[in-house]
């Protein structure tokens, strides 16, 4: 009985064909090939992240044999030049298990690099004729395009794919990297514009949030436990916070940042894709239809957003004994007079039956003390608590809380008001504690490797829908209009501190304490 040892659990040695629980109909790779177009291969988020989970899923034997994987880009390299430039981020972190080198080398051979332009037809006809070589002695040719490149040329990039470098033997899907428009009107021209190359079925919008462990986890909590949903509605829940915070600023990616700002970077992605999955009403089924409907309705009943319910800031620099941390404006890539928010709080409310009047407030900030993101549940009072005058029971502090800590050092606890063990009878607030890194051993796979996957797969649970974001956009285009119409002059905070002073006023005007 698994749950009673304290053992920890070997995660590398668990069965990971968990597509069937969601009704995927595995796919039968015998006679078909696979090929990855990471475009964009020559800038950051590929060297980063696409290609080390590419890396990782392969060295665990979850790509099909027939894989290739072509990067596409402007600058000019050959598959050898390329080859070195990725080979520095792939790592062996899974486990030390015997090889990995081999395994990197017979994975770096499938890495292959095409140059050519974005609007250009013919260098992606030329890009297809290169991938039918490899796909060649196959049935099917099944092809992924990676978008990972700026949103300006999205729409380029999936009409030269889709016109010249299709497979027409297998299926096409793309996978689209946010940010997915600045507002409203652009997210709709966007997504028109797609609309004219790529269906929805072949669209994948990531949001690499949700292929957190803790966020997919969040379904199976709700829905797989007894004691959690029935405490779930504004009958038992007097508060939940959504918080993410980093412990570093912009530093350089000034440039990009600036133009979005922490609501649209962070916000209206994240954080509120999480409370749409913490807030929905059991879906029929685990079909992706069915869960992205639920979710969607917890957008739609959001009540609008007025500019009481938002706190912007902005961090500032500060000398400490040793050194000097620099300012949000001290980047060069940033105008020297941005009103940029690098830190913002919001309170949202879901106008529903479950929700209606649950504060549910949102915090996300650069250079703030720490790195975590974390939501927290906060329950109401026990009426008539019978130990309201013990030593040690402040009532305010006292109520039980729900914390999941998506990162770092993944945990769920649940803080509940214990007797100290003893004579007398003396109350503490004590933690049922599940930490991650006690009970399971091994790695936990990143967001883009779980994601990646689910593409190969087929599997769309944890990737958003169109009206999803059309929701999403809706809900934060008119205070983002105002904030900039208005030149809101974010509350400034220093580096490494907890945020503006506001953000505590806001939370203690819904009777909230940050936790
Ligand atoms: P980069 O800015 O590094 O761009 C990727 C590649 O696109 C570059 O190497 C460059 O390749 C090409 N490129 C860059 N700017 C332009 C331009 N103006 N016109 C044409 N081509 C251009 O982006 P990232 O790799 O950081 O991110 C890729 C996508 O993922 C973006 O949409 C980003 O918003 C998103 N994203 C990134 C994250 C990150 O951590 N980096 C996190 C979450 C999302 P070349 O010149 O060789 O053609
Ligand atoms: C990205 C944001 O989407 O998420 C970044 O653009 C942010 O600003 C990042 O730093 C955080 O992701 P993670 O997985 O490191 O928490």
New binding site residues.
């Given amino acids: 009985d698994a749950a009673s040892t304290s053992d920890p659990l070997m995660l590398d040695e668990m069965d990971t064909t968990a597509s069937t629980v969601y009704g995927i109909q595995p796919e039968d790779w015998s006679h078909a090939a696979l090929s990855v177009v990471v475009v964009?291969a020559?800038?950051?988020?590929?060297r980063?992240?696409i290609y080390p989970s590419l890396f990782a899923l392969y060295y665990e034997g979850h790509l099909p044999e027939h894989f290739h994987i072509y990067g596409y880009?402007?600058?000019k390299m050959s598959d050898t030049e390329f080859r070195e430039y990725i080979s520095g981020s792939l790592t062996c972190r899974l486990s030390e298990k015997d090889k990995c080198g081999d395994k990197m080398e017979m994975f770096l051979q499938r890495c292959l690099y095409h140059a050519g332009q974005?609007a250009n037809k013919s260098d992606f006809a030329t890009l297809s004729e290169r991938m039918a070589g490899t796909e060649q002695d196959r049935q099917r040719a099944n092809r992924i395009f990676y978008l990972?490149?700026?949103?300006?040329?999205f729409t380029d990039v999936a009409a030269c794919a889709s016109e010249a470098a299709s497979s027409v033997s297998g299926w096409n899907r793309v996978i689209v990297?946010?940010?997915f428009g600045r507002d409203l009107a652009s997210f709709q021209e966007l997504s028109s514009e797609l609309s004219k190359s790529l269906s929805e079925d072949q669209m994948y919008r990531i949001d690499?949030y949700l292929g957190k462990e803790l966020i997919e986890n969040l379904t199976v909590l709700r829905f797989a436990n007894l004691v959690f949903e029935p405490l779930w509605s504004r009958q038992y829940i007097r508060n939940v916070q959504v918080i993410f915070s980093e412990d570093f600023g912009t530093e350089g990616r000034g440039g990009?940042f600036d133009q979005y700002g922490i609501i649209r970077d962070v916000i209206q992605n994240h954080l509120l894709q999480i409370v749409s999955l913490f807030a929905m009403e059991a879906p029929v089924s685990l079909d992706a239809e069915d869960i992205r409907n639920e979710k969607v309705k917890v957008l739609r009943s959001m009540r609008a957003l007025s500019m009481d319910d938002v706190v912007i800031g902005q961090y500032r620099g500060r000398k400490t004994k040793s050194t000097k941390l620099p300012g949000y404006l001290d980047d060069k890539t940033v105008p020297p007079d941005s009103l940029c928010p690098t830190f913002a709080s919001v309170a949202l409310f879901i106008n529903n039956a479950r929700w209606d009047g649950v504060p549910f407030l949102l915090k996300a900030g650069k250079a703030l003390a720490s790195r975590r993101a974390e939501i927290r549940v906060q329950f109401r009072h026990v009426p008539g608590n019978l130990f309201r005058n013990r030593l040690g029971l402040d009532l305010d502090r006292a109520t039980n809380e729900l914390v999941i800590r998506i990162q770092p050092d993944e945990a769920i606890y649940l803080k509940i008001n214990n007797k100290i063990p003893g004579l007398g009878l003396n109350l503490d607030v004590t933690k049922l504690d599940l930490t991650y890194r006690d009970r399971f051993e091994g790695h936990l796979p990143d967001a883009y490797e779980r994601l990646i996957l689910d593409v190969v797969n087929g599997d769309k649970r944890l990737f958003i829908r169109n009206d999803e974001l059309d929701a999403a956009w809706r809900l934060f285009t008119p205070i983002l209009k105002e904030i900039e119409e208005k030149k809101v002059v974010p509350e400034l905070y220093p580096y490494g501190s907890r945020g503006p002073v506001g953000s505590h006023y806001l939370a203690a005007k819904h009777g909230v304490r940050w936790g």
């Fill in positions: 964009g020559s800038g950051d988020l590929a980063k992240k880009a402007r600058s974005y990972s490149i700026p949103p300006s040329i990297e946010k940010p690499h990009y």
